[in-house]
DNA sequence: CCGTTTGGTAAGGGTAATGTGCAAGA
DNA sequence: ATCTTGCACATTACCCTTACCAAACG
């Protein structure tokens, strides 16, 4: 049915008061309200409540039945007694992409809300009536699809049950409830009214689905895990001994209702395990034709009911008749094909072409229909998790870096077979690297929020970026990583993920450090990029130069990263640990004035091709910055103009550690990441090709390249050549990048060698 | 009293992840 | 001959929706 998209590039948003958009980890807009100017909060009323809320709504102020785009906002108190306050916006209902035109206008508006503890009523209907209604009959849902609502099914993502999380923080911090397994297991029903209606604000799923996930997620005696031998014999008594009384059965088990009852689906007296008989498999297929009244040959992949062919089949449970159908009989029946490398390509390529910011918003039937080596959407789906993998830490990167590190990874393979056959060397055994590829990594490279460094990390501009290193994890000794660096979310995004940069003054005008606000922890994960705020006047195509300091590499390495901005130009430099002081005081940042034309293809397109197999593999940035000011407005139409590709080369050498690392825990996701990230050595030349274009520094009345700041021509020194004596101090000091830029040859391969890892 | 709202259960379709057996290759 | 590895298939814990029910509410 229907999904929820979250594509804030679509949503066009106006701001009625000087703010600054972040993005936390899970993709949530984070709205920064500073105190300092209280006053345009609210019109209406002087006096400031400590609590306000900021309201999407559209500008026409369409009816409530219109489907209108609806952002959910859960506004968060910074302190007690701090005025600012963060909101999370998240949008919750699907808005196709040609309502989106220019003519649709949300508009945020702050407003009050007096009630500590009350979340949800003011604006609910606008926001989502799905998430405040329970769905009892198939008329109320009806009703609602009737007046065009849309809500979420299937399985939640992360930033949905993070949405709840913090709507269940908050309703039990505004009632001093410290457990909330107090309200849903000991309270009565009228003790936690509004509960469940409360916590689902933000949320456009009926209330019902809020209500049982909740159940779930609360519930002790679910995720208990494997049940032993002794529980299934416990069980199997418990079962003749209670019937169909699951709560009762669990309750005697230690298990949930739900728990018990699937366990008990799962075994059938009668059933067999193990290989499936001819015999078997003819009964089945002959069930399956036969309640769908279809032929042998035909595809059957939906409207079966799998208990009744279990019933019927008599030896296998529906689970395992569904699963022998789906994962295989269907297709031998049908008469498909195998499976092949090429189809896996072809998978991903196709994935890749439906350009979907979400993994959920694949539809497997389409990309299945008249594939006659795949066995079923299910099927496919599954091989596409075997092939997502390949990735270690594919659960920490955003779909479409995932999807671009796989497109490079398989290009890689099929041009450079050899180079993998080849690999050798690095004390890990190598056999079958050439037909399989597991446990290459997308890096996660961060920037993190350093305090010391940053007096006043919410004071400045933030810029959500996103940079991932795709290398090997083989290699403990050497490596050379292709690096492709995002800001924001591009269309060519490979990299990793920052949460939200600030902008910081270096004492040179116009150069700043650019660092990342801090409370964002890791794994960072970027599925939907909104907006970027970025310093500079929308309309004016100056260009900006940042002055980057990486303080996640004070430690132990250097990085050196220029981001080139086009429009507005931006160059982010990320300096190198020992010479801190001397990028903050520096007057200038060095641009290389060589400039390499060839090497440095023309944005958008040519990275694409560029990217990875063909050239020397270059690091890459690309920026797509788009912009909040102080009022700033922003459609669909002007953002893309906005948003240039910023492209810039970087070679890097990395030393990879810990390849030990496989599949964390999620739990551990963020130990991980920083371990990993602390390790390599990376040094980044930059050749720059500024073409005809003047590079311009843009200072900052604020020390700080504020969301309000307006930049105009007139703020804008024009410069042609800078210099930076930390740049030029590293070029001189890495001798590998001088040798892989003799030997591109070698390079590529290493760099292949790299991206490339077997087990 | 009665229609509506709210909270709840059972059944069953489904997903995501792990386990297992086996063939191919080193 | 033996070990390793990758793969396909099998299994299973958990997830989600639907349909239906009943108590509480207004």
């Not at 105190?35 to 609210?42: M, T």
């Not at 329970?134 to 009959?137: E, H, M, Y």
């Given at each position: 049915m229907s999904t929820v998209e979250?594509?804030?590039?679509?949503v066009t948003v106006e701001t009625v008061n000087s703010v600054t958009f972040t993005q936390d980890t899970d993709g949530n807009l984070i709205l920064h309200c500073p105190?300092?100017?209280?006053?345009?909060?609210?019109s209406e009323d002087s006096t400031e409540p400590p609590r306000k809320r900021l309201c999407l709504s559209p500008e026409d102020d369409q009816?409530?039945?219109?489907?209108?785009p609806c952002i959910s906002v859960v506004a968060l108190?910074?302190?007690?007694?701090?005025q600012s306050f963060e909101v999370t916006m998240t949008a919750t209902t699907e808005v196709a992409d040609d309502e989106?035109?220019?003519?649709?206008v949300t508009q945020i508006q702050i407003l009050q809300n007096?009630?500590?503890?009350?979340?949800?009523?003011?604006g609910t209907e606008e926001v989502s009536a799905v998430s405040q209604a329970?769905?009892?009959?198939k008329e109320d849902k009806d009703s609602l699809t009737n007046k065009g609502h849309k809500w979420k099914q299937g399985m939640w993502s992360k930033e949905e049950i993070d949405i709840l999380m913090n709507n269940i923080e908050r309703y039990l911090k505004a009632r001093g409830i410290k457990d909330a397994t107090e309200i849903i297991f000991e309270m009565s029903k009228d003790e936690r009214k509004d509960f469940y209606r409360t916590i689902a604000?933000?949320?456009?799923?009926?209330l019902f689905a809020v209500y049982r996930r909740v159940l779930r997620m609360y519930?002790?005696?679910?995720?208990?895990?494997k049940y032993t031998p002794e529980e299934i014999e416990k069980l199997k008594e418990l079962r003749i001994k209670h019937g169909n009384d699951w709560a009762t059965i669990g309750a005697a088990l230690g298990r949930s209702a739900s728990s018990v009852k699937d366990r008990c689906r799962l075994m059938k007296d009668t059933c067999n395990t193990g290989k499936w008989t001819e015999e078997e498999e003819k009964r089945l297929a002959e069930v399956v034709h036969e309640l769908t009244s279809t032929e042998p040959g035909d595809i059957v992949?939906?409207?079966?009911?799998w208990a009744a062919v279990a019933e019927r089949v008599g030896t296998r449970s529906e689970k395992q008749c569904r699963s022998k159908w789906l994962n295989y009989l269907n297709w031998k029946q049908s008469g498909g094909t195998e499976w092949t490398k090429e189809d896996e390509i072809n998978l991903i390529l196709r994935i890749a072409e439906l350009?979907?910011?979400?993994?959920?918003?694949?539809n497997w039937d389409l990309l299945a229909e008249?594939?006659?080596?795949?066995?079923?959407p299910q099927w496919l789906r599954s091989k596409w998790w075997t092939i997502k993998r390949?990735?270690?830490?594919?659960?920490?990167?955003s779909f479409p870096v995932l999807i671009k590190g796989l497109k490079q990874l398989h290009e890689n393979q099929k041009n450079n077979p050899v180079l993998l056959e080849n690999?050798?060397?690095?004390?890990?055994?190598?056999?079958?690297c050439n037909s399989s590829v597991q446990h290459v990594q997308i890096r996660v490279a961060r920037l993190e929020d350093n305090t010391a460094i940053?007096?006043?990390?919410?004071?400045a501009l933030q810029i959500p970026v996103q940079i991932t290193h795709v290398s090997s994890?083989?290699?403990?000794a050497a490596s050379v990583d292709s690096e492709t660096i995002t800001?924001?979310?591009?269309?060519?995004?490979?990299f990793e993920i920052l949460p939200s940069f600030h902008l910081q003054p270096t004492?040179?005008?116009?150069?700043y450090l650019l660092q990342t606000s801090s409370s964002q922890g890791l794994p960072?994960?970027?599925t939907t990029s909104p907006t970027v705020t970025l310093a500079?006047?929308?309309?004016s195509p100056e260009q900006i130069i940042v002055h980057a300091l990486s303080p996640e590499h004070l430690l132990n390495t250097s990085d050196n990263v220029t981001v080139q901005c086009h429009t507005p130009r931006v160059i982010i430099q990320t300096v190198a640990t020992e010479d801190i002081a001397n990028s903050i005081s520096q007057a200038e940042l060095a641009v290389?004035?060589?400039?390499?034309s060839s090497d440095f293809p023309e944005p958008p397109d040519a990275l694409e091709a560029d990217t990875?197999?063909?050239?020397?593999?270059r690091p890459k940035m690309t920026i797509q910055p788009s912009f909040n000011t102080h009022v700033s407005k922003f459609s669909d139409q002007n953002s893309t103009e906005l948003m240039n590709s910023v492209m810039v080369r970087a070679e890097e050498d990395i030393a990879d550690t810990?390849?030990?690392?496989?599949?964390?825990?999620s739990h551990l996701a963020s130990a991980y990441v920083t371990e990993d990230l602390e390790s390599p050595t990376i040094v980044h030349q930059v050749h720059q090709t500024i073409d005809d274009e003047t590079i311009l520094i843009v200072p900052s009345p604020h020390g700080f390249i504020q969301?309000?700041?307006?930049?105009?021509t007139e703020s804008v020194l024009p410069l042609t050549t800078l210099t930076d004596p930390i740049f030029q101090h590293h070029q001189e000091e890495s001798n590998i990048i001088g040798a892989s830029l003799g030997s591109p040859v070698s390079e590529d391969s290493k760099d292949v060698e790299d991206l490339v890892n077997c087990h």
């Open positions: 979250e594509d804030s590039d679509t105190q300092n100017d209280p006053d345009e909060i609210d009816s409530v039945d219109d489907a209108a108190p910074l302190s007690e007694n701090d989106l035109s220019e003519g649709t007096d009630q500590l503890d009350e979340i949800s009523p003011l329970w769905f009892t009959t604000w933000g949320l456009n799923r009926p519930d002790d005696r679910n995720h208990v895990g992949t939906q409207g079966v009911s350009d979907v910011a979400d993994e959920n918003d694949i008249g594939w006659s080596s795949v066995r079923s390949q990735i270690a830490n594919h659960k920490d990167v690999k050798s060397g690095s004390g890990v055994p190598n056999s079958n940053s007096p006043s990390p919410m004071a994890t083989d290699s403990p800001l924001n979310s591009g269309t060519l995004q490979t004492g040179t005008p116009g150069t960072l994960t970027l500079a006047a929308p309309a290389d004035s060589d400039l390499h990875f197999p063909d050239e020397i593999p810990d390849l030990k690392q496989e599949e964390p825990p969301a309000s700041d307006v930049i105009d």
